[in-house]
T-cell receptor, first 113, second 113 residues
Framework: GAGVSQSPSNKVTEKGKDVELRCDPISGHTALYWYRQSLGQGLEFLIYFQGNSAPDKSGLPSDRFSAERTGGSVSTLTIQRTQQEDSAVYLC???????????FGPGTRLTVL | GNSVTQMEGPVTLSEEAFLTINCTYTATGYPSLFWYVQYPGEGLQLLLKATKADDKGSNKGFEATYRKETTSFHLEKGSVQVSDSAVYFCALNSPQGAQKLVFGQGTRLTINP
């Protein structure tokens, strides 16, 4: 079956603009994660959704970052008023339950000029 | 909090050499341990995992043993190939809460023919 998909694959934006990144998890997977991969910080957890439970937002670096998951499937990560330090690859992963293997998407490379 | 420390790269070896990439962790409770691999131009893939002490994870000739006494999960392969060139990430997740992955900083491996 289809894996985790993310769009766009690349996004270039100007400082101060808002961006939306999309993740389509594997069908039937109840858990969805966002991570960020950057040169300075490595791979960092951002946010976690599990079913209908309240999301774990403990990894979001600032209140400019938010995410939602509609209908228990597709998720959107929104970054408001982007800064140059937001430049990174944003990775989405899903799993059938929180304790199982996480399957990663190809990522969205965000460049803030 | 939970953390993972892995051998810094880059690591360059000749084909058929023996590989070890060191990984140690700090965690509360009994985490699961993982090695993920990122081949050039591709997304993160699970290479192997171990869920309890003394478990050995193995895949594609790679092995790692969960050592609780030394809090380690070193990755080994007896004879590397050019196709093993990639970035390798050690990671853990906690059995409590979100099961989010905590990653090491990654080790870039290059195998020369």
């Amino acid at each position: 079956g289809a894996g985790v998909s993310q769009s766009p694959s690349n996004k270039v934006t100007e400082k101060g603009k808002d961006v939306e990144l999309r993740c389509d998890p594997i069908s039937g997977h109840t858990a969805l994660y966002w991570y960020r991969q950057s040169l300075g910080q490595g791979l960092e957890f951002l946010i976690y959704f599990q079913g209908n439970s309240a999301p774990d937002k403990s990894g979001l670096p600032s209140d400019r970052f938010s995410a939602e998951r509609t209908g228990g499937s597709v998720s959107t990560l929104t970054i408001q008023r982007t800064q140059q330090e937001d430049s990174a690859v944003y990775l989405c992963a899903s799993s059938s339950q929180g304790y199982n293997e996480q399957f990663f998407g190809p990522g969205t490379r965000l460049t803030v000029l | 909090g939970n953390s993972v420390t892995q051998m810094e790269g880059p690591v360059t070896l000749s084909e058929e050499a023996f590989l070890t990439i060191n990984c140690t962790y700090t965690a509360t409770g009994y985490p699961s341990l993982f090695w993920y691999v990122q081949y050039p131009g591709e997304g993160l893939q699970l290479l192997l995992k171990a869920t309890k002490a003394d478990d050995k994870g193995s895949n594609k000739g790679f092995e790692a043993t969960y050592r609780k006494e030394t809090t380690s999960f070193h990755l080994e392969k007896g004879s590397v190939q050019v196709s093993d060139s990639a970035v390798y990430f050690c990671a853990l997740n906690s059995p409590q809460g979100a099961q989010k992955l905590v990653f090491g900083q990654g080790t870039r491996l290059t195998i020369n023919p």
